[in-house]
């Protein structure tokens, strides 16, 4: 089987963008690749986080991963930092990397604009990236739209080994659904739906009340007019919100036009809400089982345990066609 590698910052909460454009993507592929999914927590400290909170958030971004239907007897369930290998190799592949490579990454210069003074962390933050899909020789990487600059950076740097140290590393393609990869903003749907809007009402949070996803949708910002119409270039806002109902009510985008022509917004939006919470309320039963349980600890230590197997038999490999003088 193909392998898979990807994960989730534990930065915030996870959202229904999240749900919709990873997980359950996450889910469809364990069936059929063997799959390494991780809270990449090494990640998530390259802005400034509350260790308390940190802590919190990795546990329940694991919890949900599992609670959205990633199974740890299919796939490899872990934390980024429990795996030693991860940082190693990142700084391995930073040597490999070229200051201008770094300086062009998009997410680097959106993130330090306006800044006084920018993390080193931030900096390197793509090295690190590509060695965690380094790490298992991932074939293929779910990303979304704004990290594909980054696997770019990871395939470059992989040839780049591969020429100078004798050919190793596979180099990794993207993954990139065609629908659902990239929910919007609730109040602009020029933007994705991120967990680190500082506006609540942009996103719908997985662990959101159901009486706080109807009130976010109704609220939800829409295009003049009336009509239900998939239209993404002039109807932009409906049209994201007509996606997200697509995916939680599993209909076609033409259904939907149908089913609410000459209704109007309002009746749309008041369907739309329960479609969600009929989907989140069963993976909020399952997070709160998990969590109750204690049960995540334990399916983290195993999928760390399974993912250093082959993290550190990559990175033997790598430190001796580097030229290190290996432990005997």
């Known amino acids: 089987m193909k392998r898979v590698l990807s994960g989730i910052q534990p930065s915030g909460q996870l959202t229904l963008g999240n749900y919709i454009g990873a997980m359950q993507n996450f889910v469809k592929l364990q069936q059929t690749h063997e799959c390494f ?29 599992v609670a959205a239907g990633i199974d740890p007897a299919k796939a490899s369930v872990f934390m980024q930092s429990h795996v030693r290998a991860h940082a190693e190799l990142g700084w391995l592949f930073t040597t490999l990397a070229y200051m201008g490579e770094l300086e062009r ?17 931030l900096f390197v933050y793509p090295t690190l990236m590509a060695a965690d899909i380094m790490i298992y020789n991932a074939d293929l990487v779910p ?16 040839q780049r080994f591969n ?23 609730l109040d602009d749907a020029s933007k994705k739906m991120s967990k680190s809007n500082p506006n609540p009402g ?6 959101d009340p159901p009486d706080v996803i109807r009130k976010k ?9 009336k009509e239900v119409k998939y239209d993404p270039i002039n109807k932009p806002e409906i049209s994201n ?20 022509e000459g209704q109007g917004y309002g009746a749309f939006k008041k369907d739309l809400a329960e479609h969600v919470v009929s989907v989140i309320e069963p993976l909020q039963a399952k997070y709160n089982d998990i969590r109750s349980s204690g049960q995540i600890h334990d399916i983290l230590k195993s999928g760390a345990e399974q993912a250093a197997v ?3 038999k990559t990175l033997l490999e790598v430190k001796e066609r580097m030229g290190f003088l290996l432990p005997r």
């Open 37 to 65: 999914f991780m809270v990449v927590d090494l990640h998530a400290i390259t802005v400034p986080q509350e260790p308390a909170a940190l802590r919190e958030q990795s546990e329940a971004v694991a919890a949900l991963f």
């Open 105 to 121: 990454m998009t997410q680097y210069k959106d993130k330090s604009a306006g800044k006084d003074s920018v993390g080193a962390g």
């Open 143 to 158: 990303v979304g739209d704004d990290q594909k600059q980054h696997l770019e950076l990871t395939r470059d740097l992989a």
């Open 163 to 185: 020429s100078r140290f004798g050919d190793y590393f596979t180099v990794p393609e993207p993954y990139i659904p065609k629908v659902g990869a990239r929910i919007m903003s």
């Open 202 to 207: 942009s996103y719908i949070a997985l662990l």
């Open 217 to 225: 949708i109704s609220r939800s910002t829409t295009d003049s007019g």
């Open 241 to 260: 919100l007509m996606s997200i109902y697509s995916h939680c009510a599993e209909l076609t985008l033409e259904e939907i036009e149908a089913r609410y």
């Open 310 to 312: 082959i993290a550190d």
